[in-house]
């Protein structure tokens, strides 16, 4: 689960930085004329793509050290670990499981316009 949320926040992150906001849209052009007419990468996007990368690694990383925290005080001490389970612990990964695509989706529909 964790796995699967890390890459949802990774294609997100990546398609918002990725896309070109500053610039009409243009035909496909034919294959011939591609080479002729591709123009260099900005330093800023791939700023923007490291900077997605990074936060990625670290936010994998962290929720990595999280969840051995809870397992050890799951093991060290149940009783205190599940009193300290609520309602909203147990909706909230719902919640960002819905919340993270939607929020996305409309990201992206208003940079689109």
Known sequence: MKTLLILLLALMTGFVSAMPAHRPYRKPLK???VVETT???SWKTVAA???AAGT???AYQVSDGVQEGMKTAAEKAPVTFLSSV???SIIMPV???IGIPLAGFFIL???SH
């Open 39 to 41: 123009h260099p990468v």
């Open 56 to 58: 990625v690694i670290a």
């Open 31 to 33: 294959p011939a004329r």
């Open 109 to 111: 529909t208003q940079l």
């Open 86 to 88: 609520t309602l909203s």
């Open 95 to 97: 919640v960002l499981v």
């Open 49 to 51: 793509g490291g900077a």
